[in-house]
């Protein structure tokens, strides 16, 4: 069973590169029991989950050592207060904006799909808001695909995947939302959670991290 890798570790927090394919808690069933909480608690028994991401995503994961940690990671998730960027490869060519800083902003409501969960979708009625800035980076012809970064202003589950897939752009790898073609085109989702930077509810500092996808 492979170690996480540690980005970066004090007495009050830890920061760790998820792999893909790789559970963040466990799931239900014995088949589901391996997951980076628990390969992290066999080394570092006080670690908490403070935040998740979905099985099929890599990246910078945030885990606390203590509960007032926790707590205190918990607010500034929920006042927005941390700060994540994402790269991911998008099917087809999606061009870059013309606006100042060439950054985009989709702004569509998401709601659970019942009848096929764990599915979202985009639900203008029943949808909770939810917004995603996105600048596209570099469009590769051999592929048709584009390289783009992603900020999550909400935190939605599959947030990233479904309003990519509503802008016409499902990403590469992805089995849930995007057609057999475009899953076919890579051998995982081409999704990664690259930066990281909140303010260290310790000490006051200004932590920032950064992760470079391996596609």
Known sequence: MEEVEVIYGDECLLV?????????????????????????????????????LDMATSGLMLMARDLATQRALGRLFENREVHKRYIAVVNDCLPRLQSPDGWGLIDLPIVVDWPHRPLRIVDRTHGKPSQTRWRAMEYDGITNSTRV????????????RVHLQALGH???????????????????????????????????????????PDF
Do not use: M, W
Request: net charge positive; with cysteine; aromatic share 4%.
């Open 16 to 52: 760790f590169n998820k792999p893909a394919g790789l559970l963040s808690v466990p799931g239900r069933g014995e088949d589901k029991q391996d997951c980076l909480s628990s390969r992290v608690q066999r080394r570092y028994s006080d670690a908490l989950i403070v935040h998740r």
């Open 170 to 212: 499902p990403i590469l790898g992805d089995t849930l939302y995007a057609p057999e073609n475009v899953q076919a085109k890579a051998p995982r989702l081409l999704l990664h959670a690259a930066a990281l930077r909140l303010t260290h509810p310790g000490s006051g500092r200004l932590l920032s991290f950064q992760s470079a």
């Open 149 to 160: 970064e992603l900020e999550p202003v909400t935190g939605r589950s599959h947030q990233l």
